[in-house]
């Protein structure tokens, strides 16, 4: 059914203009009490199997949504409606900005990829604090905090940037994402080396700990899938040695050579960063580096490309206990955290796992026993 709509309404209509009427429905239907009891009991039931502990929360499960979704933190509860077992908001910026020119977003139906060269466009901190701080949630869930450096600070006042987002957001966040990977800000991506890293993640560690003194807000990192593999191990190495809570494995690529595109050659010749299937290969490959690495003393996120219950069960055994999905939801619809859900418990209760912690990591450990 949604297959057939998107064929016929939101894949003749501009993707940012359809990700909008999308998200305005997904709102509405969560701020009617009778609707999103409707929507959330055909949409999100839960599976006691799946349920999930990281980073000092109980979650319904290991499935939630990835930054870039729910920029500006305004259908939390609409999201969870649909299933999703935590929501992170952002990519947020010490300063509102408008993003990059439009058309910044463009789908590659046959590859059910994205491009997207949005730039971090969100309304600030300081107005995504006050959403937050006035929100009145109907659904319980995690919410994690993705913050990114504002388009116009200079690579050198990065850090400043940084900590004033977590100053204004660390106490609305169940986590703190650090995103230096993303590809639309110029100079963004020179953070992720060790040297730049270092100093950044200490500042905001820093910062996140003074300004929320009752509890310790977890603090993770979100790399590129274009890293090379010695600087993914460098990153790895730099987390265990700052203390960090997580890695987020990875961002969108700007990579185009060697991932089976199909598309209309124009298409993929937009810039931005790509998502969706073709990043599927690369991304599970960084996360199974990374959890050779860091192992079990540090949760790891998997996403990208993302599409199906498998591939959500292939991010856990690789060493994932959270996963994370995006550009699959616009293909798929609705019904995919259902459909996901279903089949991580299916696939569960098939194998020699009793539990879905247990199965986190158990291909390294198949290799290193």
């Known amino acids: 059914m949604y297959r057939l709509?998107?064929?016929?309404?939101?894949?003749?209509?501009?993707?940012?203009?359809?990700?909008?009427?999308?998200?305005?429905?997904?709102?509405?239907?969560?701020?009617?009490?009778?609707?999103?009891?409707?929507?959330?009991?055909?949409?999100?039931?839960?599976?006691?199997e799946l349920r999930t502990e990281a980073l000092g929360r109980r979650m319904h499960g290991p499935f939630g949504l990835a930054a870039g979704f729910d920029k500006n933190a305004v259908a939390i509860d609409g999201m969870t409606m649909l299933g999703f077992d935590h929501v992170e908001i952002g990519t947020v910026t010490a300063q509102p900005q408008p993003g990059n020119p439009k058309k910044r977003l463009f789908r590659l139906v046959p590859d059910r990829a994205l491009i997207n060269r949005m730039g971090f466009n969100n309304d600030g901190s300081a107005a995504v604090a006050a959403r937050l701080d006035a929100r009145n949630p109907v659904f319980r869930t995690t919410v994690g905090v993705n913050i990114g450096k504002t388009k116009i600070v200079p690579e050198s006042e990065a850090i400043g940037d940084y900590v004033t987002s977590t100053e204004r957001l660390a106490r609305h966040a169940d986590y703190l994402v650090v995103n230096v990977s993303?590809?639309?800000?110029?100079?963004?991506?020179?953070?992720?080396?060790v040297d730049h890293l270092r100093p950044l993640l200490t500042a905001v560690r820093e910062a996140a700990d003074r300004t929320v003194t009752d509890r310790r807000v977890p603090l993770l990192v979100k790399i590129a899938p274009d890293l090379a593999d010695e600087d993914v191990d460098a990153v790895a190495d730099l987390a265990l040695e700052l203390g960090l809570d997580g890695i987020i494995a990875t961002n969108t690529t700007i990579a185009r050579d060697g991932l089976g595109l199909t598309s209309d050659p124009k298409l993929i010749a937009e810039t931005g960063g790509l998502s969706g299937a073709p990043l599927k290969e690369r991304s599970l490959e960084v996360l199974r580096r990374l959890y050779a690495r860091v192992g079990d003393r540090i949760t790891l996120i998997g996403v990208g490309?993302?599409?199906?219950?498998e591939d959500a069960w292939q991010r856990i055994l690789a060493g994932a206990t959270l996963v994370?999905?995006?550009?699959?939801?616009?293909?798929?619809?609705?019904?995919?955290?259902?459909a996901i859900h279903k089949g991580l418990a299916a696939r569960l209760r098939n194998s020699p796992y009793a539990t879905l912690a247990d199965a986190v990591g158990a291909d390294h450990k198949k290799v290193t026993s």
């Open 324 to 338: 994370q999905g995006y550009s699959a939801f616009i293909y798929q619809g609705p019904f995919w955290c259902r």
């Open 5 to 48: 709509f998107f064929q016929l309404v939101f894949q003749r209509m501009d993707p940012e203009k359809a990700h909008h009427l999308a998200f305005r429905w997904i709102r509405l239907a969560a701020r009617l009490p009778v609707l999103r009891t409707f929507v959330a009991a055909a949409l999100a039931p839960r599976h006691k």
């Open 305 to 309: 490309g993302i599409e199906t219950a």
């Open 182 to 193: 993303s590809p639309n800000t110029p100079g963004l991506r020179n953070l992720q080396a």
